[in-house]
């Protein structure tokens, strides 16, 4: 076989794995490939490629052939010519690995992402149960709806809190000497819930943004 014989086979298989590229490129959804996005999923000294998408990977190629028939025009040493063929198979070996293997690649994307969610809903439970808040559902800590609403809760409560205490100073001004120390107590336990509400609403505001975080940086 020669020369010109050998690049016109490989221009032919190029041109026939373009149109499998091609087709598998076309029939990933929009979430697939923000899935793979940050995958490498070649060795770099074959292509520089990310994600799902493969067609880089055809233009690479391409370019590689041109460069074939630059040395061959150039008449370069057979064993030059000779490398530049094996690194032309290897790479069409490694797209057409790449084109069985992304079902699988999705897949295993899709079970880290479950695990990370997993892992991050268990760390969030196990901090609830010691945080001291326990009147506050664990399950409203894993609901961002849900989580709102609390802190909107919370908040009503601690601005009632206040105007419940503003309404019994006011009072202790006028009140009997005789009831002043029952309605000093009444006071001072009323401050006490305002501080623990403040202190839940604090903590709810924290659970926010450990909770936006890592779904923020899943949804990238």
Known sequence: MNTL??????????????QEVLQHDNQLAPPQRKLLQDVERFNQSLFIQHGAQLMPCIEQIRSSISQLEK?????????TIALSCERIQDRFTA?????ATTTI????KNQQRASQRARFAKQQVQSHQASGFGWIASNV???????????N???NWAKKFEQKIAEMESNLENCHSADKIRLQNDILLMHRRLGKCRQAISYIEDRIQAFERPHQSINR
């Open 95 to 99: 797209v057409k690995r790449a084109l």
């Open 105 to 108: 690649d999705l897949k295993a």
């Open 5 to 18: 014989q050998l690049v016109n086979i490989l221009k032919n298989q190029l041109k026939t794995l373009e």
């Open 71 to 79: 040395q061959i025009a150039l008449k370069l040493a057979p064993q």
């Open 153 to 155: 809760k919370h908040l």
């Open 141 to 151: 800590m894993q609901n961002s709806h849900e989580i709102y609403e609390e802190l």
